[in-house]
């Protein structure tokens, strides 16, 4: 026969590992209700949407040429927002974080000291 070891479960504070603060905790729970409330907007986004659909068919019907021109009519601005709103994010946010993480680089790295 062999021998199994068992794992040795230590509780809070015996061992050396005291466990989480209560600050560790908070941040847990923030971020658990965060997560929990990102995943019911999306769900209810999700909900929603299919609703919509069913709201377009039964007024326009199903591949209908008046179908076509809302979806069109309704896509096309939101596309074009997008892609501008994109532009101008990239346009402005990116030199600003490429100038922060050269600034932050230098900062953090030591300068070589004369012998």
């Known amino acids: 026969m062999s021998e199994t070891s068992t794992p040795k479960i230590s509780s809070p504070g015996i061992g050396g590992d005291p466990g989480p603060t209560t600050e560790e905790r908070r941040q847990t729970r923030r971020l ?6 990102m995943a019911a907007g999306t769900a209810l986004s999700r909900v929603l949407g299919f609703f919509r659909l069913m709201l377009m068919v039964y007024l326009f019907g199903n591949g209908t040429r008046q179908a076509e021109m809302f979806t069109i009519a309704t896509n096309v601005p939101n596309s074009m927002y997008i892609l501008l709103a994109g532009g101008v ?6 030199p600003q974080i490429v100038a922060l993480s050269e600034v932050t680089r230098t900062a953090v790295r030591p300068t070589p000291t004369e012998s």
Do not use: D, H
Request: aromatic content about 0%.
């Open 32 to 37: 658990i209700s965060a997560s929990v409330l």
């Open 89 to 94: 994010l990239n346009t402005v946010l990116v």
